[in-house]
């Protein structure tokens, strides 16, 4: 038994779009399954653990949403060891590609039933758990720009998300200040003067692809960490589509970290956000939780044979 949970708002709307597409998959393929339909994240975490409740054995709990929706029911599944699947219906659908999910909805769903799946880490924070990434300054105030603009819905009507992350980018270029920033990973301090962004990840990539740290593993028991300092707007500016594959670690106002806890101090208050959802302006304390989900994935199979290889 599968327990689908579906955001209908996720992408605009996209949610129950893909929804429809799905149940009609599983009614043709005689999948049992019941459905939880959620709107907000306060409601999420307390709903689905009612639900998962309900029977001794669940094959796993498939999502059909965005990024936020995923991230709503992450403590949930820790708590009972349930595997997490993904239908993406998002904006952005960072997990997903995270994970090489598919974003045709036939062939997630062919991913969620299919039994390949992997241990993945998680982060650990005041506020719960984060799958993807935490990210504090520029980017996590484009992310709070685009999550309260017209565009984005705009965007999301027209099937491209992406593109709002664009706008987001130019619009908070306007105002945003960047100021001094403290990082401790490991317990290590780092200063860094006027510092830009500092995103600390899980996966490599977030805000619709954008591979902030290329090199980030889901299980790898390791953090990595982004940090943009000490350049100019225009340099800034063009940064961003080298991020889009990953160049950006080599240019010389940018230092990459690793460690298995970090911490991060601004001197000024700074919007953070984790899986794309807003955590506020406090400082940011995380730590690596390794193994702490599974994750159902086309990736699964490889993970298994480097795993059986490596012990061999």
Not at 272 to 278: Q, V
Request: glycine letters at 12%; one cysteine or more.
């Amino acid at each position: 038994m599968y327990l689908f949970i579906i955001n209908p708002r996720s992408g605009g709307g996209t949610g129950q779009r893909t929804w429809r597409i799905v149940e009609k998959l599983l009614k043709q393929r005689l999948i049992s399954y019941e459905t939880l339909f959620t709107k907000d994240a306060a409601s999420a975490e307390r709903a689905v653990l009612e639900a998962l409740a309900r029977r001794e054995h669940w094959e796993a709990a498939v999502v059909v949403g965005g990024d936020g929706t995923i991230h709503s029911v992450l403590s949930a599944l820790h708590q009972t060891g349930i595997r997490l699947a993904v239908i993406p219906a998002g904006s952005g659908n960072d997990t997903a590609r995270g994970f090489g999910i598919p974003l045709d909805p036939e062939t997630a769903l062919a991913t969620a039933t299919g039994g390949r799946w992997l241990d993945s880490d998680l982060l650990s924070g005041r506020d719960g758990f984060t799958l993807t990434a935490v990210a504090s300054g520029f980017d996590a105030q484009v992310a709070v720009n685009v999550n309260t603009s017209r565009y984005k819905r705009f965007c999301n009507a027209i099937g491209a998300g992406q593109v709002a992350y664009i706008i987001g980018i130019l619009h908070t270029l306007l105002t945003f200040k960047p100021c001094r920033v403290n990082v401790a990973c490991d317990g290590k301090e780092h200063s860094f003067e006027t510092a830009w962004l500092v995103s600390v990840c899980n996966l490599p990539g977030y805000g619709g692809g954008l591979q902030i740290c290329p090199q980030a593993e889901a299980g790898d028991g390791q953090l990595d960490v982004c940090v943009v300092h000490g350049c100019s707007r225009g340099q800034l500016l063009r940064l961003f589509p080298t991020v889009l594959k990953g160049r950006h670690v080599s240019l010389p106002f940018v230092t990459m970290l690793r460690g298995r806890s970090v911490a991060v101090t601004f001197e000024q208050p700074r919007q953070a956000i984790g899986d794309g959802e807003s955590l506020g302006l406090a400082p940011l304390a995380v730590r690596c939780v390794p193994g702490a989900l599974r994750v159902l994935s086309p990736q699964g199979t490889a993970a298994a044979q480097r795993s059986c290889q490596a012990s061999g």
